[in-house]
């Protein structure tokens, strides 16, 4: 399509907008509301890339990946296989609560942790009062066989 042709699209501002490069040549600025309507179409499934760039005059094969990740869209379709599972599986009961169950184990285990560093710092005090009143090392040196 030539430019003349795309003006009858062009009256809508979500479409796009030509610029003059540098080097003389017309160019092409697609608006965001444009590039989110493309993603939003590709990602619904009603069209593939190829068939939105053709009906658009979209140019460039990279066009689709650049504008996803620049307005921060991900392709499922793009992810390897064990990701996408995970992405794309729901959690059954039994998962939610093997999931409940780990969250209370670990705050059980972070708890035992607080009172075993708090039992550590007491003995460290009572071995430092009984070397300092008693004038006897405890500790063994780091130098010592």
Request: net charge positive; charged share 40%; hydrophobic share 30%.
């Given at each position: 399509m030539t430019r003349p042709e795309m003006?009858?699209?062009n009256k809508d501002p979500m479409i796009r907008k030509y610029i003059e490069r540098k080097d003389g040549r017309e160019g092409v600025r697609y608006t965001e509301a444009f590039k989110r309507a493309m993603i939003e179409e590709y990602l619904h499934g009603t069209a593939t890339?190829?068939?939105l760039s053709e009906k658009h005059?979209?140019?460039?094969?990279?066009?689709?990946?650049s504008w996803m990740r620049e307005l921060g869209y991900v392709d499922l379709r793009m992810?390897?296989?064990?990701v996408k599972a995970t992405v794309t599986t729901p959690m059954s009961k039994l998962e939610e609560?093997?999931?409940n169950e780990l969250r209370k184990r670990i705050k059980e285990l972070e708890?035992?942790?607080d009172?075993?560093?708090?039992?550590?710092e007491a003995y460290a005090r009572?071995?430092?009062l009984a070397e300092r009143e008693q004038g006897v090392s405890i500790r063994k040196k780091d130098n010592t066989k």
């Open positions: 003006g009858l699209r890339k190829k068939e005059g979209i140019r460039g094969k990279g066009a689709f990946q992810l390897p296989a064990h609560q093997d999931i708890r035992e942790l009172d075993e560093k708090l039992r550590s009572l071995i430092e």
